[in-house]
């Protein structure tokens, strides 16, 4: 399965068009933080963005965190969202390596699912759907 | 969020303590200009000198902010040091959307901290502290001071800062925003600075449900496609508008040296595609915009033996290039950067900066001043002398430079040369293009290219109907107006119509502002000029410099007949609209 993947971010202008794309269509929210994706600056303007998104952990921590079975894993890395499941403990927020999860006051998660559909809203192409292949010879 | 009323967060900085308002007047007063001119009338002293303790700083966004593209502006409003009235400064930026997300529709700050201080806020977040121990730093340092201070929100926060020309009061004093944008002209930076408020550091920590129905999902796509897919905006990402250096001096309408000409063959050297090629280090974007019209360049010094460099990055743009650069006689982008840092730097407002240092060139030119003044031997096309001079204005290095920092005319009024100064109600901006433009920026509301279209009017018509020009300027007002009150990027002006607006404010639930906006942006519009008025607002006390008579462009020589009638007819007009609103003149 493709996920999305964030391999030119160095164009990036930081506009956050593809997390308010994110919260829009996939969450119903206005927000440039409630969404799968997220821009940060890192270390002030000066230095560019950087992407937070889910990077298809397989086996995804999150998921293995996840009490209720809200986050399962998703074929080729990632995971499947049931919010319906979710109690809001926020122990996948807590498991995730990289922050990619976030959670808002009302104890809401986001996080990534790989849908694609922030790419079209990015006006620098730094975003892509990728089949991602483990090069051979790398020990799994 | 979508509201009836206004949310605004009111912080007294001398009491160390803030306040959330509901404030009634969307319909009438809508958000951003109209907003700011609703707060002044209720919080301002407009009686009162500008840097009472008293005086608001007030920082404004839209009804449409953060719900469409290039809807990414902010309205700052308070009394300038410079001419003692009400005025607005924009910026882009993040500002606007981190007021959004703090669930703010205005800031309104007031009162004097004890000690220099910086003020936190956030959705959930609320916080002065002390920062006497960033009294003089520049403008970067103290971004990155504040970012450490404040670690949360890396992305989602926007840092406004002063530098040292804010806390000496100067009139030129600029505030930083998120180190590239600028709330630059008529000194807010200097009402900062007697606020003694160092930072302000805005979160944007909250989210909000979309509007119900599906015809949000729908304007969206269809202005976004708009703003994206076409040609339309291109120039402003492209070259950005500095790709119009090459176009206004060929129209013979670029200032160069203070002025004395308005086109020179140099311009090869200083064009939008130079700058491109050689300095252009990359693009941003204020948040919610597509577009990415911020130029970012670089400079690189040599500062150690051996191969030893540092670099700077600096924002450029058509005005700072046409401040320090053709004003100046900086005909090397490079150069001009140089420039530029230092101003971001002290943090002085390069429009204004620009145009002082030329003054003071020719000043020095003609024997008025010398380096016992100036410090340092200014001649134009010396950049390196020009480097030094704007550190000395922007730290008031003298008495001169103190001066200086108040107004090209008030160092005029002392040392003479007031025929040369090239000012316009505030220093000019870059466009010599005739009768029209200087009226218009001499009475301008903000003393702004971008308070109408007159130096577009002077670029096409070469007709000279007095009537039929300030009918224009008149007519042109409103609708910016209006674009400034939701807050658009005036860039977007040929994507927002009236129409599209309309269709906006209805998405999103203002279905009475939707269909109102010709009555609202009229309301809007006297409403900002009874503030400036109830300051001090003065027509006939506005003066057009000699040499703005001597200017010649592509019509030739200003018609002095023409622009004298230009400025008293609008100057009657904008008097007019301080009349009371056709509904309400009935009331009283």
């Known amino acids: ?140 | 969020m979508i509201r009836e009323q206004f949310r605004i967060l009111h912080f007294d900085l001398g009491a160390g303590k803030g306040r959330i308002e509901q404030i009634d007047g969307r319909n009438q007063a809508a958000g951003g200009s109209g907003l700011a001119a609703l707060l002044y009338s209720r919080f301002g002293l407009a009686d009162q000198p500008w840097n009472a303790d008293g005086q608001p700083l007030i920082f404004a966004i839209g009804p449409l902010t953060g719900y469409f593209p290039l809807m990414s502006k902010t309205v700052c409003s308070f009394k300038s040091g410079y001419h003692n009235q009400y005025t607005e400064s924009h910026a882009g930026g993040r500002t606007a959307f981190a007021l959004r997300f703090a669930d703010l529709d205005a800031l309104v700050i007031v009162g004097k901290a004890r000690r220099l201080s910086s003020l936190f806020i956030g959705a959930r977040h609320l916080e002065i502290r002390d920062v006497e121990f960033m009294r003089g730093t520049e403008a970067d340092t103290a971004g990155k001071l504040l970012r450490r201070m404040f670690g949360e929100g890396s992305g989602h926060r926007s840092i406004l800062r002063i530098g040292p020309a804010g806390e000496i009061g100067s009139a030129m004093a600029a505030i930083n925003v998120d180190s590239y944008r600028h709330f630059g002209r008529l000194g807010g930076g200097a009402l900062m600075g007697a606020k003694n408020l160092k930072g302000i550091i805005i979160h944007g920590d909250g989210d909000f449900p979309l509007p119900a129905g599906s015809a949000y999902a729908k304007v969206f796509k269809e202005v976004y496609s708009q703003a994206t897919s076409t040609d339309m905006m291109r120039k402003y990402y492209n070259l950005g508008t500095a790709g119009n250096l090459q176009g206004l001096n060929d129209l013979a309408s670029l200032p160069w040296n203070n002025l004395q000409k308005t086109c020179d063959p140099a311009i090869t050297g200083i064009t939008g595609e130079a700058f491109a090629d050689a300095t252009l280090l990359r693009n941003g974007a204020c948040s919610g915009c597509p577009v990415g019209c911020v130029h970012i360049g670089y400079i690189r010094e040599k500062t150690l033996k051996d191969n030893r460099y540092h670099y700077h990055q600096v924002a450029y743009d058509y005005e700072p290039i046409f401040a320090a650069g053709t004003m100046l006689g900086v005909t090397r982008p490079f150069d001009v950067l140089r420039i530029l840092d230092v101003m971001e730097k002290v943090c002085l407002d390069a429009m204004s900066a620009g145009v002082a240092l030329a003054w003071a060139t020719e000043a020095s030119e003609q024997g008025l001043i010398s380096e016992k003044e100036t410090v340092v031997r200014l001649r134009f096309g010396d950049s390196d002398a020009y480097q030094q001079a704007a550190g000395f204005l922007g730290r008031g290095e003298n008495d001169f430079y103190r001066l200086l920092g108040q107004g090209t005319l008030r160092a005029a009024e002392v040392h003479g040369g007031a025929e040369f100064a090239c000012v316009l109600g505030q220093e000019m901006a870059g466009y010599a293009t005739g009768e029209l433009f200087f009226a218009a920026q001499t009475l301008g509301f903000r003393h702004s290219h971008l308070d109408t279209a007159a130096y577009s009017y002077d670029q096409k018509n070469a007709e000279r109907d007095v009537t039929k020009a300030v009918d224009f300027l008149i007519a042109d007002e409103p609708g910016r107006t209006f674009l400034t009150s939701m807050v658009a990027c005036l860039f977007a002006r040929s994507v927002y119509t009236d129409s599209r607006l309309a269709e906006c404010l209805s998405a999103v639930g203002y279905e009475t502002l939707a269909g109102s906006i010709p009555e609202t942006a009229e309301h809007i519009r006297r409403l900002r000029w009874r503030m400036r008025l109830a300051t001090g607002f003065n027509p006939s006390a506005l003066t057009i410099p000699k040499r703005f008579y001597q200017v010649k462009t592509w019509k030739g020589v200003i018609d002095r007949e023409y622009l004298d009638a230009l400025k008293l007819e609008y100057g009657k007009r904008i008097l007019a609209l301080a009349g009371p609103d056709q509904e309400t003149a009935g009331e009283s």
Do not use: Y
């Not at chain 1, 956050?16 to 996939?26: Q, T, Y």
């Not at chain 1, 086996?59 to 890395?77: I, M, S």
């Not at chain 1, 919010?83 to 009302?106: D, H």
């Open chain 1, 1 to 140: 399965m493709k996920q999305l993947t964030a391999p030119r971010m160095d164009q990036c202008i930081g506009c956050h068009s593809c997390s308010l794309a994110c919260a829009r269509m996939i969450h119903q929210r206005l927000s440039w933080n409630c969404a799968g994706i997220r821009i940060h600056s890192a270390g002030g303007l000066s230095t560019g963005f950087m992407a937070v998104l889910c990077l298809a952990c397989d086996p995804a921590p999150c998921a293995q965190a996840c009490p209720t079975g809200a986050l399962t894993q998703r074929a080729g890395g990632g995971v499947i969202v049931r919010k319906k499941l979710c109690i809001q403990c926020g122990q996948c927020v807590a498991s995730c390596p990289v922050e990619a999860i976030s959670q808002n006051r009302e104890g809401e998660i986001f996080v990534c699912i790989h849908c694609g559909r922030c790419v079209e809203f990015c006006p620098q192409d730094c975003l892509e759907m990728q089949e991602i292949a483990v090069p051979a010879g790398v020990l799994r």
